[in-house]
């Protein structure tokens, strides 16, 4: 049977239309701010093979994640213990595929006219699994055991009946049960949504055709993927990135290497040489760091490449076993997503060679911050848990993206009104930091503060973030970007700076926690930036009136809320900085 081009582009288009829906469904059922407004979660629908066949990429290392949890629930059951209304869950990044304990994935077999055709599948982030921490998200952790609950491959649900076994357990090792079994409900529901439409898309086309098309999708975005590589020149490149430390050697950054290899279509990225794998939970698995190679290859090829499984067949990785990036069981994981924004940022640096004209320059990284407390009057535990990255790099020809999430984090800050009504918790500032982006041609993204004072009189606070030791690096003579910080109660006796990540930090009623997000870095000569644009960046209040004539060479006053051009001064310090 051969589908015809117009048919095939309508089912592709249907398949990124029904995770579109089930992934509105996940937004507006969830219990949690997590799911509600940051959106920290992916849906998918996957072959009877665990293979992904439609995804809407809210975070692409899901990519990876949904087929290594497939993988791991194929393997656990038969054919013959899977059956229409079950629904499995799994959140063990080893015996499973997920990425740290709270991101839970919840897959449900597809049935069509009785017959088995597939998974419905979507994983969220929880608001607390259990651990030493509210949020189970300590950066001090050396196990996975001390990050939460990790359940392997189970029925959560059974021929469409809930199995309380599984609800007792989950809800006995988290502070918020009723956030998480709220969320993980939310999860099953919208699951149960992608099942209908996939059944009555096959009821309209016929299974026949909606199988043959899912294999020709993921043909053709291989294919798509191959036909850009052979057009870039064969060789070999490298590149690398930094992590701050891993939580326990404060003094040791983490170094994320890859070499890649390119000859004829095929692309080799090879690991190896990345930092042994840490005692602190900076480690991340293979399937994720072979996800960011896809998101790479997407972002490198054509941003509206339909996402299956023929990235993954385009991805061909060596790793160390023992290394940050392959570490061996049960070395501990939960802060890996600045590990992950690193090994994406070491990736982009090594395709550089190949396509020049696509360079970027470092990033911010991402941010998870958790408050972790009771509630004063009902003595109900609360967990107010934020996600945001910070300025992006610049790019070739476009300067970087002030205070957004980018690369592997595509999260939402969530809005003060949400934080402020939900939890004893105040946030006082909130903007951006001017001269955080590093100096270029283009100029990085300004990364910015957030001011939050404290409303309960014992709180617990833990973050996982990146670049308060090492600043997101300049590229072509840019500029690196301005490091990260977390003050608490900034500007007083009290002040105390805290490294970029920890675990269970004791507050009081009315500390105050000041967070200031990294810029991101520049990108070619400051000298070469058009002076109308330094004037705009001093309009705008993104770079100072000293840092123009530092950075940029110059020479402006502000003058009733507009700058003023001091030409023959501007003439001179580029002539002498040139």
């Known amino acids: 049977m051969t589908v015809d081009p117009i048919t095939l582009q309508v089912i592709q288009a249907r398949l990124a239309g029904i995770v579109q829906e089930m992934q509105n469904s996940l937004f507006r059922t969830g219990y949690s701010t997590i799911i ?35 993988a791991a629930i194929l393997k656990t059951f038969s054919t013959d213990d899977i059956h229409d209304g079950d629904a499995f869950i ?17 897959f449900t077999p597809i049935y069509f ?28 952790a050396r196990e996975i055991y001390q990050e ?19 609800d007792a357990v989950i809800a006995a090792n988290s502070r918020t049960p009723a956030l998480v079994l709220g969320d993980l409900r939310g999860q ?53 990135s930094f992590v701050d430390h891993d939580g326990i050697d404060l003094t040791k950054p983490i170094r994320i290497h890859v070499k890649v290899k390119k000859t004829g279509d095929r ?29 790479c290859l997407v972002a490198l090829v054509d941003r509206f490449l339909p996402i299956n499984h023929g990235l993954a067949r385009c991805v061909d990785a060596t790793f160390r076993a023992g290394s940050v990036v392959d570490p061996r069981f049960p070395a501990a994981v939960n802060t890996y997503m600045p590990t992950a924004l690193s090994a994406t940022e070491a990736i982009l640096r090594a395709l550089a060679y190949f396509v020049p004209d696509k360079r970027i ?10 408050l972790g407390g009771r509630d004063a009057h009902s003595q109900r535990a609360y967990v107010h848990y934020e996600i945001f990255s910070g300025g992006t790099g610049a790019r070739a020809g476009k300067d970087g993206v002030s205070a957004t999430a980018f690369h592997l984090s595509n999260c939402k800050t969530a809005p003060i009104e949400i934080i402020e009504s939900e939890f004893p918790t105040r946030v006082e500032r909130f903007e951006m930091l001017a001269d955080s982006g590093g100096a270029g041609k283009w100029r990085g993204g300004l990364g910015f503060v957030r001011e939050y004072r404290i409303l309960a009189d014992e709180v617990r606070f833990s973050m996982r973030t ?12 840019g500029l690196p970007g301005a490091k990260g910080a977390c003050r608490i109660n900034p500007s007083t006796k009290d002040e105390k700076a805290l490294p970029s990540r920890f675990g269970d930090h004791r507050l009081r009623r009315n500390d105050t926690i000041r967070v200031e997000r990294p810029g991101g870095g520049g990108l070619g000569n400051p000298l070469e930036r058009p002076v109308e644009k330094v004037l705009e960046d001093l309009r705008q209040g993104y770079v100072s009136v000293a840092r123009a004539q530092s950075d940029y060479g110059v020479a402006a006053q502000i003058v009733d809320g507009e700058p003023a051009l001091h030409e023959g001064e501007t003439r001179h310090l580029r002539g002498k900085f040139a």
């Open 188 to 240: 099953v529901g919208a699951a149960r949504l992608g099942e209908r439409r996939v059944s009555e898309l096959m009821e309209r086309y016929g299974k026949a055709i909606i199988l043959e098309s899912t294999e020709l999708l993921s043909a053709h975005t291989e294919n798509r993927v191959r036909r850009a590589i052979a057009a870039w020149p064969d060789g070999e490149s490298a590149g690398e």
């Open 36 to 70: 509600r407004e940051s959106q920290d979660a992916s849906c998918a629908v996957l072959n009877t093979r665990g293979e992904v066949i439609a995804q809407h990429v809210v975070l692409p290392l899901h990519m990876g994640a949904f087929p290594a949890c497939a």
């Open 267 to 295: 692309l080799h990225f090879d690991f190896s040489e990345s930092s042994d794998q840490t005692q602190g939970p900076a480690n991340i698995r293979p399937p994720l760091v072979r996800a960011a190679c896809a998101y």
């Open 148 to 166: 939460g609950l990790h359940l392997p491959p189970v029925k959560f649900m059974a021929r469409l009946q809930p199995v309380k076994e599984i």
């Open 466 to 477: 990146d670049k308060h030791a090492v600043e997101p690096f300049g590229s072509s003579a």
């Open 361 to 370: 320059a470092g990033g911010s990284g991402s941010a998870a911050l958790v």
């Open 90 to 106: 799994t959140n063990h990044p080893y015996l499973g595929g997920s990425p740290h304990a709270p991101d839970m994935g919840v």
């Open 113 to 140: 006219r009785g017959e088995w055709v597939g998974f419905a599948a979507n994983m969220a982030h929880k608001s607390d699994i259990g651990g030493t921490v509210p949020g189970s998200g300590s950066g001090t």
